[in-house]
């Protein structure tokens, strides 16, 4: 058959001749020695770019984190001053900054993009047997990464008014990097071709070791300034709603309630002192144990001041109806209570102290055995106090009136104390609850002047 008598080619044909051909060598033209398609000093230029990248967004991680978190309190780095048109920090806290309504952080994403071209041309350079793997790989990524840059460039030129060092230094690494990828594609592009020769191990290791890496540098880049954004939060409001004006603002607005005592309440400090602290609580609370304490230290250092009456309010169902926990949150509180005040019966103020201190001392190991224990302890008379722990004696009746008079109070929680017939928060601790109590004194007895209250020695103490 002739030339001309030779049937045409179809066009899928004559594409697949084409790429066939460009696999073949040039006359003299030698495969590189070793199973790759380059040396290594492409990869160690590229090497030297991926570190300068990844410095330059990880500098930019940080500071991002560092100014959505504490952006009142951080001050100019050194890395990046402002100057005119330069000033990464507002760069940083532009809109453009994040996308997806603020989830994502741009420089987290550039971080881990910068850590893939890491762990593309680290393994690359190590492992000549992925070499061509490697190639491939940071083409794609490149390719990808240049659109980003691309529009970022774009963004700073033309939408806000400031342009950051460091993101230009990452988008000229990306289009170096780009530029040199293709170049050595290009340049060795029949060599590029030959047959894959690394493991299947190898291959997954390398893909599945760097989409990981790339992940997890996201990810923990996410969560930490997560993570910090809602400390700052939460710092902010609990100065907030620790700032004494404010709460002040918010008592004085709020319900004023009369919480009748008498001689058959303990009190600690002197009877006369002016000014009265009434605690509801119970015995195998915590938070119980550190503010009685507390607030005995706060009267004992205004001895003429202040005095603190203590009234029960066990949170378990047994004797506190407005309880729903059948599973007995303090199984043992009403008892405690009734022990308490058994002791107060026979010595006063001075045993229901020491019994109390007890109680709250071994809160965490009462049971049924305690009561006669600790007052065998105290040296009381068990006969006697046995009586008052049963149902129906004086401290039951006095237990139950001081749970009933919680209730109609709408104690939801313990501690609860009051103070010139307001409800105090349970938040308010140290010396954020003296400056209440004394504004509060301040603005109800205007006659008696500018009021202070003696710090404890310990006023941070809850």
């Known amino acids: 058959m002739n030339v001309a008598q030779e049937p045409k080619k179809s066009l899928?044909?004559?594409?697949?001749?084409?790429?066939?051909?460009?696999?073949?060598?040039?006359?003299?033209?030698?495969l590189p020695e070793g199973p790759y398609f380059v040396g290594r000093g492409p990869f160690i230029a590229l090497l030297c770019l991926a570190v300068i990248g990844t410095f330059a967004a990880g500098y930019l991680s940080y500071r991002h984190v560092l100014l959505v978190s504490q952006s009142d309190s951080v001050g100019n780095s050194m890395l990046c001053r402002p100057s005119g048109k330069i000033n990464c920090d507002a760069i940083l806290l532009t809109e453009y900054a994040t996308f997806l309504q603020g989830y994502v952080s741009s420089a987290a994403l550039g971080l881990m993009g910068m850590t893939f071209l890491l762990w593309c041309v680290v393994n690359g350079l190590v492992n000549e047997r992925v070499r061509k793997l490697a190639w491939i790989c940071l083409a794609i990524y490149l390719f990808s990464a240049i659109g980003f840059s691309t529009y970022y460039v774009i963004v700073m030129i033309f939408d806000v008014s400031y342009l950051c060092t460091w993101c230009m230094v990452v988008h000229a690494v990306n289009l170096i990097a780009l530029i040199t990828v293709f170049w050595i594609a290009v340049k060795k592009r029949r060599h590029l071709l030959v047959p894959e020769i690394s493991t299947f191990g190898e291959r997954s290791y390398f893909v599945v070791g760097g989409l990981a890496l790339s992940l997890f540098?996201?990810?923990?880049?996410?969560?930490?300034?997560?993570?910090?954004?809602?400390?700052?939060?939460?710092?902010?409001?609990?100065?907030?709603?620790?700032?004494?004006?404010?709460?002040l603002a918010?008592?004085?607005?709020?319900?004023?309630?009369?919480?009748?005592?008498?001689?058959?309440?303990?009190?600690?400090?002197?009877?006369?002192?002016?000014?009265?602290?009434?605690?509801?609580?119970?015995?195998?609370?915590?938070?119980?144990?550190?503010?009685?304490?507390?607030?005995?230290?706060?009267?004992?250092?205004?001895?003429?001041?202040l005095h603190l009456v203590f009234k029960n309010y066990p949170l378990s169902n047994e004797c506190n109806k407005a309880i729903l926990d059948a599973g007995q949150f303090h199984p043992y509180s009403c008892e405690a209570a009734r022990a308490a005040h058994a002791a107060f019966i026979m010595g006063g103020p001075g045993l229901f102290t020491k019994y109390g201190d007890l109680l709250f001392k071994n809160r965490r190991k009462l049971d049924n055995k305690s009561w006669t224990k600790f007052a065998e302890e105290l040296k009381m008379d068990v006969g006697k106090f046995g009586k008052l722990m049963e149902p129906g004696?004086?401290?039951?009746?006095?237990?139950?009136?001081?749970?009933?008079l919680g209730v109609s109070l709408s104690i939801a929680s313990t501690p609860q104390l009051f103070f010139e017939g307001k409800k105090i928060p349970?938040?308010?601790?140290?010396?954020?609850?003296?400056?209440?109590?004394?504004?509060?004194?301040?603005?109800?007895?205007?006659?008696?002047?500018?009021?202070?209250?003696k710090r404890p020695v310990s006023p941070e103490t809850p």
């Open 217 to 247: 540098v996201f990810c923990a880049t996410s969560l930490a300034e997560r993570s910090l954004s809602f400390n700052d939060a939460k710092r902010r409001f609990e100065e907030l709603a620790n700032d004494p004006v404010v709460i």
């Open 250 to 305: 918010v008592l004085q607005a709020s319900e004023t309630y009369e919480v009748p005592t008498g001689s058959a309440d303990p009190v600690y400090g002197k009877t006369d002192a002016p000014f009265r602290l009434v605690l509801f609580a119970d015995f195998e609370c915590p938070i119980c144990d550190e503010t009685d304490l507390f607030l005995k230290k706060l009267v004992a250092a205004n001895k003429d001041l």
């Open 393 to 404: 004696s004086d401290a039951d009746k006095k237990v139950n009136e001081d749970v009933e």
């Open 426 to 453: 349970i938040n308010l601790k140290g010396e954020f609850l003296i400056s209440v109590l004394e504004r509060l004194v301040r603005v109800n007895h205007p006659e008696k002047g500018t009021v202070s209250f």
């Open 12 to 30: 899928a044909r004559r594409l697949f001749d084409r790429w066939a051909q460009s696999r073949r060598l040039a006359p003299g033209e030698q």
